[in-house]
């Protein structure tokens, strides 16, 4: 046989062995789904729209439970507050394994509390919950670190005296400091280099994140890994905070050192840091960023909210958590904003813990599952508008807050949001009705704020040469 033919036969052999290979394995018995093809799982049923359009386009023919192939990775989708409490909250145990994000594995590799699992999360958890709870490094208490906070960031806002100002780099920088403050126990001022660095590593880092390149790479992380792109550079970022905040827990990994199967290592200590860095500035800050969009977009709202401020707390006083109880209308608005926002809108990967039997399938261990918060966020039988700013959606006829089951923006079960509560906090003190004296935009502004980001521009803040993010 001639040598081309040999190569030909060859080739062909070897992709043979690979159509084998590729073709998703169907494992336990897993909720129905659109047929994967070998390798590249259900690209074709992808939209250009990006991955949650897509998948809620799926629930319509496959019902609040299905499956669908990434690449060569089931993931089984829950829609809907039902199939979400059931599976996060009923079976709680089973569902508390982490699952993977492609773009940022390579750093984490499992450690720190977002990522870890296992006798490992549960340490970590503990640790970071008493961390934030208690006293952080520091004596204050969190609440006083937040009204710190807050106080400055009055101070920078009132500076502008009228002028406009893109607000997004005051809003990281106080998310960052608050955190930096709990687990460093100190803030920084917002023209340090240093901090300037980290607050610019994360907010290019979460972008990259969040774009169309990272739904992407999820699908084909198997093999794109190889090649140059985004996930470089947010593994360049985020090594590099990695190192910045390596030096704070050294004299805790000097403690444990005689334990040698404590995991207050060094690793875990650093990346333990990293994951509240990580899930809380950019989550919080964005939050703050859209608020302040709704709140200008909706005068009248906003209003209402500063007549509450002043009757509760009054202009000389820093709002504190024990004013809460009075003010439903303030907490009802806040509530809006959060479901509103939906900042993680796919929710973020769980897995399951064993082999776990759900609604007639099984899961078998190692599953992947993505709770779509979006789908209970925006679910008309539990919100009435539920596109629009409606604060209505929180309140009972009599003006008192009204809970809603399907308000789950931190998630539910074993792996809820751990910063749920600093979030509230520092959304309350940093409202725009409680930074007041402070430059509200003339009326013409107002009629070209839109909600929708039209652009995204990089450009040099002319204060302090960082990038600046323009969504408006
Ligand atoms: C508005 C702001 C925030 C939102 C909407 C938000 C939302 C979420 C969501 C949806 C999850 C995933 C839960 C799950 O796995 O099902 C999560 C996890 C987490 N969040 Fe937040 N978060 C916010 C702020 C924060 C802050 C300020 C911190 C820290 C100080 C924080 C720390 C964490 C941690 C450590 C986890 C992982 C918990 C675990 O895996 O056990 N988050 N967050």
Redesign the pocket.
């Known amino acids: 046989m001639e040598l081309s033919a040999l190569l030909f036969l060859a080739v062909l052999m070897g992709l043979l062995l690979l159509l084998v290979k590729g073709r998703p394995k169907a494992r336990g018995h897993l909720p129905p789904g659109p047929h994967p093809l070998p390798f590249l799982g259900n690209i074709l049923q992808m939209d250009r729209g990006g991955l949650l359009k897509s998948f809620l386009r799926l629930r319509e023919k496959y019902g609040d439970v299905f499956t669908v192939y990434l690449g060569r990775r089931p993931v089984v989708m829950l829609c809907g507050i039902e199939a979400i409490k059931e599976a996060?909250v009923d079976k709680a145990e089973d569902f508390s394994g982490?699952g993977k994000i492609a773009m940022v594995e390579p750093v984490f590799q499992g450690y720190g509390?977002?990522f870890a699992n296992g006798d490992r999360?549960k340490t970590l958890?503990r640790f970071?919950l008493a961390t934030?709870r208690d006293f952080g490094m520091g004596k204050r208490s969190v609440e006083e670190r937040i009204q710190e906070e807050a106080q400055c960031l009055l101070e920078e806002l009132q500076k502008s005296k009228g002028a406009l100002l893109d607000p997004a780099f005051l809003f990281q920088s106080i998310?960052a400091n608050?955190?930096s403050s709990?687990v460093f126990g100190k803030r920084f001022h917002y023209r340090d280099e240093e901090f300037l660095k980290l607050l610019d590593l994360f907010f290019q880092s979460s972008s990259l994140i969040s774009s169309f390149s990272d739904q992407l790479f999820e699908l084909f992380s198997d093999f794109l890994k190889f090649f140059p792109g985004a996930h470089r550079q947010v593994y360049k970022n985020l090594q590099e905070v990695s190192a910045f905040i390596g030096h704070v827990y050294l004299l805790r990994v000097e403690k444990e050192k005689s334990n040698p199967h404590s995991e207050f290592n060094q690793k875990n200590l650093i990346l333990n840091t990293l994951?509240?860095f990580f899930?809380?500035t950019e989550?919080?800050s964005t939050?703050l960023r859209y608020g302040f969009l709704l709140m200008l977009k909706h005068p009248h709202l906003t209003e209402g909210v500063h007549k509450e401020i002043e009757q509760v707390i009054g202009t000389h006083r820093p709002p504190a958590l024990d004013n809460w109880i009075k003010m439903p209308y303030t907490d009802a608005v806040i509530h809006e904003i959060?479901r509103l926002?939906a900042?993680?809108r796919l929710?973020?990967p769980?897995m399951v813990t064993r082999d776990t039997h759900f609604r007639g399938y099984i899961m078998p261990k190692n599953t992947e599952v993505f709770?779509i918060?979006d789908s209970a966020l925006r679910d008309p039988r539990y919100f009435e508008k539920p596109d629009a700013f409606n604060p209505d959606h929180f309140l009972d006829a009599s003006g008192a807050l009204k809970k809603n089951e399907a308000f789950i923006?931190?998630?539910?079960?074993?792996?809820?949001?751990?910063?749920?509560g600093?979030?509230k906090t520092?959304?309350s003190s940093s409202s725009p009705s409680s930074s007041r004296p402070s430059p509200w935009p003339a009326p013409w502004h107002l009629r070209t704020l839109t909600l929708h980001p039209r652009r995204v521009v990089w450009e040099q803040d002319p204060q302090n040469t960082r990038s600046a993010s323009c969504l408006v």
Not at 409 to 420: Q, Y
């Open positions: 996060l982490r509390v977002f999360w958890w970071s934030m998310a608050i955190i709990i994951s509240l899930a809380g989550t919080t939050t959060q926002a900042l993680l929710g973020v769980h709770p918060l923006p931190f998630s539910l079960g074993k792996r809820i949001c751990l910063g749920e600093i979030s520092n959304c």
